[in-house]
């Protein structure tokens, strides 16, 4: 594992709770999912099992990442692994990047 | 036409790929799927599953020199690759991915082969050697095989690439966001470079930054290979798009609309594709100046009672299409949807009887049906996601998701999922399209 991914899951569990929030509330609407957004657990994977998203809806995420936080995904970025890691490792990327 | 040759590519220094904007020439390319060829099993089956462009394009090419076929399932899931292994005892799956977890033996395809480099000889395949075989998921349970041709898919793509303006002497970079193993993306990103001399970029970019990332590295005269759902991506950013010269789409109709305002932001033609995997590509439209689509010249319709089918051109035999059209003059028709059983989410094709013969061989499911909820769901994916009732009440729905995840592509995962204590058959032991409405309406 690399550093820089090392650091992020360790900072993961000081993320903001109401980001995590915010973000499940724009992931459950976007996405039609079928889950209450508080009932979404943050430590569950996003991707495949968990919360079973699929690549269409990861591009869905990366638009409304954009939309809303200012933040362009990049596919080949070292930390992608990390981000749909799970809700906590997002909103935790989030909050470091958002330029809005 | 006895041989068709491997490429068209006129000199050795062509290029015939490009990586972050790098050229590969042709003659690296040949160089690679001659080293690549003596690693394969001398003869067989291959499931090319390779996510780099070029290297699904130089596995290809090894099969085809070396009289192998490759395999082209419509996914990867457990289930799928056991069907594979017994429709080919013989099969080996040759990836780039060294955590691929195919359950078959594997062929590694090198990152950056040192292949000695050849003389510049292009090989030249027999017309009738059998190049790949494409599935389609059928309604028993069991993937349908359809074999192409190396002639006839030749003679689809030459025509596709005549038809895209992509035969006019100047070298075209495509960049491609579908997948190869796709029968889109195989033709449209792989054949029809090849045949077309033209060139293709490696990478498969998915997010909009990307697209614009690869699109901007590739040189001009370049061309946007796409689909509804990605295009639908990329128009939504407010990311600078760079030029391109040509916008290609297919999988699913796009609006005219949406055409329109993809050649307003990329400053070039959108050309729509209409094809499947059975008949190959067969049409294009200008989308955003008419909704008739022109046949490739040689291919007919017959139209009947039942379903419409394609022939002449490329087409072995008389295939029958899986949608509803309506011939208009010669060599138009218009489009008018799906045939009642067809399931398209995002470009991946399926049956409600494939879907439901699935969800019914899960140990646990007493009884349960897929279906397209009215008005479609759609999500602000654009993308409308399958319902399914289900009797199972020995299973939770983490599990029986799970379960299904391994049988069916994820595309398809019910969205909602209901529990119901009885389906609500009718006496004729069908579902009534309002009462599966009335248990959403009740559970949802």
């Known amino acids: 594992m690399s550093d820089e991914a090392s650091l992020l899951m360790e900072q993961a569990p000081l993320a903001d709770v109401g980001l995590q929030r915010e973000i499940a509330a724009l992931f459950v609407r976007a996405l039609n999912l079928e889950v209450p957004a508080e009932d979404i657990d943050p430590d569950a994977p996003l991707y495949g099992e968990g919360l079973g998203l699929d690549s269409i809806d990861i591009l869905e995420i990366a638009l409304l990442l954009s939309k809303e936080y200012g933040i362009q995904l990049r596919a080949d970025s070292e930390q992608n692994q990390q981000i749909f890691r799970s809700l906590r490792h997002l909103a935790e990327y989030v909050a470091a990047h958002r330029t809005k | 036409m006895a041989e068709i040759p491997l490429l068209s590519h006129r000199s050795r220094s062509a290029p015939l790929a490009w990586r972050d904007g790098e050229p590969i020439s042709a003659l690296k390319f040949l160089s690679d799927v001659r080293a690549l060829s003596e690693r394969l099993p001398p003869a067989g089956h291959v499931l090319n599953v390779c996510a780099d462009r070029y290297r699904f394009a130089v596995g290809l090419a090894a099969c085809l020199v070396g009289g192998r076929a490759t395999l082209l399932p419509p996914t990867h899931t457990p289930e799928v690759i056991r069907q594979v292994a017994v429709f080919a005892p013989d099969a080996v799956c040759l990836t780039d991915d060294a955590r691929c977890a195919i359950d078959l033996p594997k062929v590694y395809s090198d990152a950056d082969s040192q292949a000695p480099v050849t003389p510049w000889e292009v090989p030249a395949i027999d017309a009738r050697q059998l190049a790949a075989i494409v599935f389609t998921s059928g309604s028993t349970g069991v993937p349908v095989p359809h074999r192409k041709t190396w002639g006839r898919l030749a003679a689809c793509v030459r025509r596709g690439a005549e038809r895209l303006g992509l035969l006019d002497g100047r070298l075209h970079a495509l960049v491609g966001t579908v997948p190869p193993q796709h029968m889109y993306g195989f033709e449209s ?99 955003a100046a008419t909704d008739r689509w022109r046949l490739w010249p040689g291919v007919s319709l017959d139209e009947g009672d039942g379903p419409t089918f394609a022939r002449g051109g490329h087409l072995e035999q008389r295939t029958a299409l899986c949608d509803v059209v309506e011939s208009v003059g010669a060599d138009e028709f218009l489009l008018h949807g799906r045939m009642e059983d067809m399931v398209n989410i995002a470009g991946k094709r399926s049956s409600f009887a494939y879907l439901n013969h ?35 009440p020995t299973l939770t729905a983490s599990t029986l998701t799970e379960r299904l995840r391994e049988r069916i592509d994820s595309a398809f995962l019910p969205r909602p999922l209901i529990f119901v204590e009885r389906l609500p058959r009718n006496s004729t032991g069908k579902l009534p399209r309002q009462a599966l409405e009335a248990l959403i309406a009740e559970k949802g």
């Open chain 2, 189 to 287: 990103t792989v054949l029809l470079p090849l045949q077309s001399g033209n060139s293709f970029a490696a990478e498969r970019p998915l997010f909009p930054a990307d697209v614009a990332a690869v699109l901007a590295a590739a040189p001009r005269p370049r061309a946007l290979i796409s689909t509804p759902v990605h295009l639908r991506a990329l128009l939504a950013t407010d990311i600078e798009l760079p030029g391109v010269d040509l916008i290609v789409s297919a999988t699913a109709p796009l609006t005219a609309e949406m055409a329109a305002t993809a050649e307003r932001r990329f400053h070039a033609e959108l050309v729509e594709i209409y094809g499947s995997t059975e008949t190959g590509q067969i049409a294009t439209r200008r989308t």
């Open chain 2, 358 to 392: 699935q969800l019914n061989a899960v140990p646990g499911v007493v009884d349960g049906a897929f279906f397209l909820r009215a008005g479609e769901n759609l999500a602000a994916t654009g993308v409308a996601r399958l319902a399914a009732a289900v009797v199972a």
